[in-house]
């Protein structure tokens, strides 16, 4: 399929190569592209490079769909309403941001120590516990007891770790592994987590 020569101009492209125009008219294809999967009003383009009357139709409905002038050329206010559009709708399927409190590799909690970092143990301590009915239950006060630390060495001893009570990052890693597997979509109570 040959360029058409007569197609719309898009942004900026005729001070570009042949190879970067192409490359840029891949670029909001593939976004209009996806678009055109949330929205049935634009039409579903090939990403091929070409700024060719189908482009320029999807180009138009998208425009037209966002209330900007249909010109079926990307200007800039086209351009940024594209990749506006693309970025929330490609945002709702990616996984939420995770946090990560355990400070280093050295960081060893054990009998005494307190804060939220605690309290975020207690809290996979007591899923675990409810998944595995033979340990005893915490509390989740961001203090670390004798409680705590027997439910520790349960989880240590489980996972073949040296029985410390405290928790450092080999029981950690240990720990999220098995909260995570229990926590995840559609578990199955019967299937027993795979303890490194």
Known sequence: MQPNTNAPRTRGTSRLTPEQS??????FQAAL??????NLLIPRIAVDGIYGVETASAVA????????????????????MIFHEYNQVT????????????PSSETVVSLQDEGSLVAIIQVMLCEIGHYFHNMDTVDIDGKFSEQDERAVRKVQAMAGLEETGGVDRDTWDVMVITYNH?????????????LP
């Open 22 to 27: 192409a490359a840029y008219i891949r670029e």
């Open 61 to 80: 409905a998208f425009q037209g769909a966002h209330g900007l002038p249909v010109t079926g050329n990307v200007d800039p206010a086209t351009w940024d």
């Open 182 to 194: 229990i926590n995840r979509p559609l578990y199955d109570p019967e299937q027993t987590p795979n």
């Open 33 to 38: 592209r996806e678009l055109s999967r949330y």
């Open 91 to 102: 945002s709702f399927r990616e996984s939420p941001s995770f946090i990560a409190p355990f």
